[in-house]
């Protein structure tokens, strides 16, 4: 169903590339990459992305004069990752035209955010419109069902209905609570916002706290419809949830790595009981 949306990636990163990789990989999109080598875009064209997302880095001006006039051809939006070392350049030759600036380095979740909203026709966007208003329509359902019992006298009935769905909606492993029902992880009462393949990676390690989780098994457990996600590809996400629940990514002490083998969740032992959130260092800043 998502095979046919197609990202065109203009860098010289390999940054951009592995991590854009993992993100094309687990929604099963298909990435078409070019570096500086502007005379090879134009073969990539005839495949017809549906973006195209523009590093320019040492590009030049004639390069991303050409880039500008396929976007125009083909009706081709344009993400611009921002660099302030060339923000003059940009104001003249890129700001006017491309349809939207993002943050460099690529960050998976301002581009996800920009997708949705700039292809919501896309069939998987739909797909996940719908999923979402269906849940949306059962819950009302339970509701009224709910409230049925209740008119009727039925109080127990209805209780234990919500008591059931409830206890099965959640599990907490402290100083973390996982809400499977609406699919997010709060840390001191805090949302950690994750995304849905960081929330997927975080409920399986807290579903067995402390035991190490190999890599493969990850992978088949978050990714199990698509055979070329990679190590790289687990990595860039595992990356990208610590940021997140980590106080400081690059020093974890709730998710750990464990050399040779994968990743555990760490809540007892070596893990800081009393270490703030990312939320309340924010506020002290």
Not at 26 to 46: C, D, F, R, V, W
Not at 76 to 98: F, G, H, M
Not at 126 to 148: C, F, G, T
Request: charged share 25%.
């Amino acid at each position: 169903m998502n095979k046919d949306f197609r990202i065109l990636l203009i860098s010289e990163d390999p940054y951009h590339l592995g991590l854009l990789k993992g993100y094309c990989h687990a929604h099963q999109y298909k990435i078409l990459e070019t570096t500086n080598n502007i005379e090879s875009l134009k073969p990539l064209i005839q495949m017809q992305p549906n973006i195209i997302i523009l590093a320019a880095g040492h590009l030049k001006n004639t390069d991303i004069d050409l880039v500008r006039e396929i976007s125009t051809q083909h009706q081709i939006p344009v993400c611009y990752l921002l660099n302030t070392t060339n923000a003059t350049r940009i104001e003249k030759n890129v700001a006017s035209w491309v349809d939207a600036m993002l943050d460099a380095p690529l960050d998976i979740d301002q581009l996800n955010d920009y997708l949705q909203n700039r292809f919501n026709y896309h069939p998987r966007f739909i797909q996940e419109k719908r999923n979402s208003a269906r849940r949306a329509a059962n819950d009302r359902r339970q509701a009224m069902l709910d409230q049925q019992h209740l008119a009727n006298g039925d109080s127990h009935q209805a209780n234990n209905t919500t008591q059931k769905n409830s206890d099965a909606d959640f599990f907490i492993v402290e100083p973390f609570k996982i809400d499977q029902r609406s699919k997010c992880v709060m840390l001191k009462g805090n949302s950690l916002n994750l995304t849905r393949k960081e929330f997927e990676l975080f409920e399986l390690l807290a579903q067995d706290v402390d035991r190490v989780f190999m890599c493969d098994e990850i992978i088949n457990h978050v990714w199990p419809e698509n055979n070329r996600v990679t190590k790289s590809d687990l990595y860039q996400y595992m990356h990208l949830l610590r940021k997140k629940v980590e106080l400081d990514p690059n020093n974890p002490c709730w998710i750990l790595t464990v050399k040779g083998f994968g990743y555990k969740l760490n809540v007892t032992g070596s893990a800081k009981p009393n270490l703030p959130d990312i939320h309340e260092k924010e506020n002290t800043k």
